[in-house]
């Protein structure tokens, strides 16, 4: 596994993305086809937990790691409690425990397979049963893991790094794949 080390990345504007249907793109490493339809057989998904679309050329697919259970004053700390408990409450939200939703992105673009972020992982230890799913939902997408040429990571938050870190999905990406990661990142982590 390969670390770059990113000076600076922008992002191109790209054409307005359109839904990709069932049937409009399969590709032998990432299968957008089965996105809006019910899991693979055998899955344990009731519904799938992803959604594509198609910028240009470029195939994205968005990917549930579950759900994380946060302290709602860990989110919103910087309000008083009474006025975040008002707010959450006129959300129909708990005042006190809320659900990060974790997700990944899947860009498939001519010959390169991206995954950007890695999920949390499925560490047992962690004791959070709805989260660290990737692996699971990865597959019932369709991608194929060992077709990843690159993964980039947004930054180091453990529900952004962790499934680099476990079975199931560290020993299923290919030795060469190039990891990418900002140098202001890496500075902020020494």
Do not use: C
């Amino acid at each position: 596994m390969q670390i770059d080390s990113l000076q600076n990345t922008t992002a191109g504007s790209q054409n307005e993305p359109a839904v990709l249907n069932g049937n409009q793109r399969q590709t032998a490493e990432v299968s957008f086809n089965n996105s809006a339809h019910s899991a693979k057989p055998g899955s344990e998904e009731l519904v799938p937990s992803r959604y594509s679309l198609r910028v240009g050329e470029i195939d994205v697919l968005v990917i549930s790691d579950g759900v994380l259970p946060i302290p709602a004053e860990t989110i919103a700390y910087n309000v008083a409690a009474g006025v975040r408990k008002a707010w959450l409450e006129d959300m129909f939200l708990s005042p006190d425990m809320l659900d990060w939703p974790l997700n990944v992105v899947v860009v498939r673009s001519g010959d390169r397979t991206i995954l950007v972020d890695a999920g949390l992982g499925a560490d047992p230890n962690l004791h959070l049963p709805r989260a660290g799913r990737l692996a699971l939902r990865l597959n019932a997408a369709g991608v194929d893991l060992s077709a990843v040429t690159d993964v980039v990571l947004t930054h180091l938050h453990m529900d952004h790094i962790g499934g680099l870190l476990v079975d199931g999905m560290r020993d299923r990406l290919r030795p060469d794949v190039r990891v990418h990661l900002s140098a202001a990142e890496t500075e902020s982590w020494k």
